[in-house]
């Protein structure tokens, strides 16, 4: 099978000839794995490891002049080096001093869609149409943090509730219009949607139900009618114990969920797989918390063999990391995911 369409298959509740394999990592780390294996390029790396990487692709921004590292919404970042990486972060908050919906918009101008340049995707996919491609989706709350700083946009939830809707609104018809446009640059190869939203924390949630149910749910059904009237499926990642909040995330339609952080009190993977397995595909759920950056080589192994056993059990189930392999992660235990995974996981 090529790896479309071993995702495919997951996907129709059929038996892959074996379960695919995603990646996920900063790019410190897959130099340090490329380094490892004495591969050239990333596509080397992923032929090397039997990896059916998703190809991602969007629109090259091409709007109004930015200084250095500000972003079409006014954020500046500047990059922070924490030894092991180097992390863009965000240092100025474009909405930060407005106290109503009227000053924002007397004030500030939205991103439009017409400033991407969406004519080169079909190229970005070019000899690579057997992989699973990812295009559009959603992740508005991650923006909006930006936007007012983390603290006053949580406060917004509940002293400026019709601010967080008004900038909310705007930022998933953008989501929307780039989601369409996308699709319609390289017509049904489009496999998938990332509809995201960072709601766990470690224990539990981060927002409440009510909060999520009443700010992001409605425009995220949007985002998912929208990808399954493309015949795109939704792949909706979530950090974290978000497991009080899987079953809306259902409801709504998402077809896949990631990252799968079995170590969050909440959200281990035999409980996950027994209620929601049936209805949806579980993506990642290799540890990055502490078995691959801390782990040996036979633990990594263990793992992969325990996931394959619990997640895998039935189909459904992709292997990935739980998240962005860290720079700090031993080449030798990314490997022996990979391998083990391949060696272990066929039908």
Request: proline fraction near 6%.
């Amino acid at each position: 099978m090529t790896p479309r369409e071993r995702w495919e298959a997951v996907f129709q509740r059929q038996k892959p000839d074996r379960v695919p394999m995603d990646y996920w990592a900063t790019d410190e780390a897959t130099a340090r794995i490329m380094k490892h294996l004495g591969c050239r390029t990333k596509w080397e790396m992923f032929r090397r490891l039997h990896i059916d990487v998703e190809v991602r692709v969007k629109p090259r921004y091409a709007g109004p002049n930015l200084p250095r590292l500000t972003d079409a919404f006014g954020r500046r970042f500047r990059n922070v080096d924490y030894g092991t990486g180097v992390y863009r972060e965000c240092v100025h908050y474009a909405l930060a001093g407005y106290a109503s919906v009227a000053e924002i918009k007397r004030n500030y101008t939205w991103p439009s869609s017409d400033w991407w340049d969406y004519s080169d995707i079909p190229e970005q996919v070019r000899g690579k149409e057997m992989y699973p491609i990812r295009g559009g989706g959603s992740e508005p709350f991650l923006i909006y943090k930006e936007l007012r700083g983390q603290e006053q946009a949580l406060v917004d939830l509940i002293e400026n509730p019709e601010i967080v809707h008004y900038c909310l609104d705007k930022l998933f018809d953008l989501a929307y219009e780039d989601s369409v446009r996308i699709a319609e640059q390289i017509p049904g190869l489009v496999m998938l949607n990332y509809v995201a939203e960072d709601m766990g924390g470690q224990t539990d949630l981060m927002l409440s139900v009510a909060h999520i149910r009443e700010f992001l749910l409605p425009g995220m059904k949007r985002m998912i009618d929208l990808a399954h009237r493309q015949g795109i499926y939704v792949f909706h990642h979530n950090d974290g114990n978000c497991r009080r909040i899987i079953p809306d995330m259902i409801e709504l339609g998402i077809d896949l969920l990631n990252p799968i952080q079995w170590r969050c009190p909440g959200m281990e993977r035999e409980g996950l797989k027994k209620d929601f397995g049936g209805r949806i595909v579980l993506h990642g759920g290799v540890d990055n918390q502490y078995t691959l950056p801390f782990g040996t080589v036979e633990e990594v192994r263990r793992e992969v063999l325990d996931n394959l056993r619990i997640l895998g059990e039935g189909g459904g189930y992709i292997l990935a990391p739980c998240h962005n392999i860290q720079a700090n992660t031993p080449p030798e235990n990314v490997v022996a995911m990979y391998e083990t995974g391949y060696e272990e996981g066929r039908a």
